[in-house]
C-alpha cells in the first residue's frame, strides 16, 4: 500500500513539472503582430522551456481564417475581426494586445513632410504622378501597396475611400487602385509586398517611392537608422502618442484571435502578452500598450 502511494506521488509530482511537456503552440498571421509574438515566445520560453513555438505570417485575414479553422492555435490579427468572419467562425475569440498606427513613408530624402488625405488618394489613383505636385521634387512617383489579405491594406483603402484590385501572375502580380464610385481601376501599377520590412526595405532604395505601413515597425527601423521618413498626415504627426490620444486617422488594434476561449498553455502565453512583462515587450516594439 506504501509503495502504491509513493509511486502516486511520483507520477503527481512528474506530472506538476510536465503540465507544458510537449507543448507547440502555433501562430498565424500579421505581419504587424508576428515581432511582438517573436519577443514575447522567447521570454516566455525561458520560464516554460517545454513549450515550443512554430510563429507564422500571412496576414490578418489568413490568421483568422487559420484560427477559426484550427489549423493554427493563434491568429494575428491587426485589425477588428469582420462581421463576416464571426459569421464564419462563430467560436472566435479576439484578445486586444496591444494598438498601433498606420504611417505613409517616403525615403528620407524626399523633401515633403506632410500629405493630406485627398492628395494621398490622388496619388494612388493616379490623378497625381509627380512629387512636384505636392511640394516635391520634379520627379515621378512610384507607389506601393500591399497585398489582398493584409489588414494594412484594408485600413489604408477605408481611410482614402478607395477599392483596389491585383492584376497580373504569379510574381509579376500589382495593384490599381479607384476611387469608390469611379467607373474603372486606375492604370497606374503599384509594385506589390506583403510584410512591412519588405515595402520598408524598397521606400529605403528607391528615393521617388510611397508605401504605407505600421507605425511602430517603422519607427523601429528608422531608430535604427533606416533610410525612411514617417509623414505627418492632415497635419497629425505619425506618432505613438497621437495614436493613443487618437489623434492620428490612421489608427487600429493588434488583437490575437483563438477558436474558443484560450486554455492551458496558450491562456497562459496570452496572459503572459498582457503582464507588465509582456506589455514592456509591446513598448519595446514601438507598439501602444493595452495595460
Known amino acids: 500500500m506504501i509503495k502504491k502511494l509513493l509511486a502516486m506521488s511520483v507520477i503527481s509530482v512528474l506530472t506538476v513539472f510536465s503540465v507544458y511537456a510537449e507543448t507547440t503552440i502555433t501562430t498565424a498571421g500579421s505581419s504587424t503582430i508576428k515581432p511582438i509574438v517573436d519577443k514575447a515566445s522567447a521570454a516566455?520560453?525561458?520560464k516554460n522551456p517545454d513549450v515550443k513555438f512554430v510563429i507564422g505570417?500571412?496576414?490578418s485575414s489568413h490568421g483568422v481564417k487559420a484560427a477559426g479553422t484550427g489549423e493554427v492555435m493563434?491568429?494575428?490579427c491587426s485589425r477588428e475581426v469582420y462581421e463576416k468572419e464571426k459569421t464564419a467562425y462563430p467560436d472566435l475569440v479576439d484578445t486586444k494586445i496591444a494598438l498601433d498606427g498606420v504611417a505613409v513613408i517616403v525615403n528620407d530624402k524626399n523633401p515633403i513632410n506632410n500629405i493630406t488625405k485627398e492628395q494621398l488618394c490622388d496619388i494612388y489613383t493616379g490623378k497625381i504622378t509627380n512629387w512636384k505636385d505636392v511640394g516635391g521634387n520634379d520627379a515621378p512617383i512610384e507607389i506601393i501597396s500591399k497585398e489582398k489579405g493584409r489588414s494594412t491594406l484594408d485600413l489604408f483603402l477605408e481611410f482614402c475611400e478607395m477599392e483596389a484590385e491585383e492584376v497580373g501572375d504569379g510574381n509579376l502580380k500589382e495593384m490599381v487602385h479607384k476611387k469608390k464610385g469611379d467607373a474603372s481601376f486606375s492604370t497606374l501599377k503599384a509594385?506589390?509586398?506583403g510584410p512591412n520590412l519588405e515595402a520598408i526595405g524598397a521606400v529605403a532604395l528607391k528615393p521617388n517611392a510611397i508605401a504605407y505601413v505600421s507605425i511602430g515597425t517603422a519607427l523601429d527601423v528608422k531608430t535604427k537608422g533606416g533610410k525612411l521618413k514617417?509623414?505627418?498626415l492632415e497635419g497629425v504627426?505619425?506618432?505613438l502618442d497621437n495614436v493613443a490620444n487618437q489623434t492620428y486617422p490612421?489608427?487600429?488594434p493588434l488583437n490575437v484571435v483563438t477558436k474558443g476561449q484560450p486554455a492551458g498553455a496558450v491562456k497562459d502565453f496570452?496572459?503572459?502578452i498582457l503582464s507588465e512583462e509582456g506589455q514592456k515587450i509591446v513598448e519595446s516594439l514601438d507598439f501602444i500598450r493595452v495595460k
Open 74 to 76: 493563434i491568429g494575428q
Open 44 to 46: 516566455f520560453k525561458q
Open 237 to 239: 504627426v505619425a506618432s
Open 57 to 59: 505570417g500571412g496576414g
Open 270 to 272: 496570452i496572459d503572459f
Open 230 to 232: 514617417l509623414l505627418d
Open 191 to 193: 509594385k506589390l509586398i
Open 250 to 252: 490612421l489608427r487600429r
